[in-house]
């Protein structure tokens, strides 16, 4: 089956550095999404990105479906940046199914 | 404001009782989906619906069923809590099933079977 897999597993930073969270997957999809789960539990979608690039205030991401991989940029961090990030992706099977990958791990740190 | 709404933030049951968790939409999707999070292993989907009295399997759904009687609800049921079956669980809908205007979850329930 598809492999999703995400880097760093685990990224602490001081307030208002910047970073960049990576997402590669095996096979081809129709759709990628990034997710934040904050330390309470709730997760928000962040961006659906299948491919090029989208930025929403201090975060923006890229897919670049051809190679794979897909970029969550955090800048200018923040305390309540502070969570795991997930990506998400969408099979090309017979039905739609969306498979996490195992997350990144963020503390901000004042 | 739109919202999925889990029945218990936390639960603490006994091995060999039956579970039942609620999941509650109002938005009027028509997919609904359950989860569980463990560490290291991100989100694993047990069982999905994509209208009511329909329901698909997902990676995990031994020792799981659900149950969709109307197009708001959508229940987990663990016919025999088991330890292994402590976890975090994520309800979650969306407007279609590849979830392309993306997916609303709910806070979760955490599972603890003693």
């Known amino acids: 089956g598809i492999q999703v897999e995400q880097s760093p597993p685990d990224l602490i930073l001081q307030e208002g550095a910047n970073s960049t969270l990576r997402c590669n997957f095996s096979?081809?999809?129709?759709?990628l999404q990034w997710f934040h789960q904050n330390p309470w539990g709730q997760l928000i979608n962040l961006f659906y990105i299948p491919s090029g690039t989208k930025q929403n205030g201090r975060l923006s991401a890229t897919t670049v479906a051809t190679e794979r991989y897909s970029l969550l940029y955090i800048s200018s961090s923040q305390t309540t940046d502070s969570g795991v990030y997930f990506c998400a992706v969408l099979m090309k099977t017979s039905y739609d199914k969306v498979i996490f990958g195992p997350g990144t791990s963020l503390s901000v740190i004042p | 404001d739109v919202k999925v709404t889990q029945s218990s933030r936390y639960l603490v049951k006994r091995t060999g009782e039956k579970v039942f968790l609620e999941c509650v939409q109002d938005m009027d999707h028509e997919n609904m989906f359950w989860y569980r999070q463990d560490p290291g292993l991100g989100l694993r989907l047990i069982y999905f619906?994509?209208?009511?009295?329909?329901?698909e399997k997902g990676d995990i759904p031994e020792g799981y069923s659900v149950s969709r009687e109307k197009k708001e609800r959508f229940s987990l049921i663990l016919e025999s809590a088991s330890t292994n079956q402590t976890s975090m669980y994520l309800c979650a809908s969306s407007f279609d099933s590849g979830a392309r205007y993306g997916y609303t979850f709910g806070s979760g329930t955490r599972l603890t079977v003693v």
């Open positions: 096979d081809s999809v129709n759709n």
């Open positions: 619906s994509y209208d009511v009295k329909m329901k």
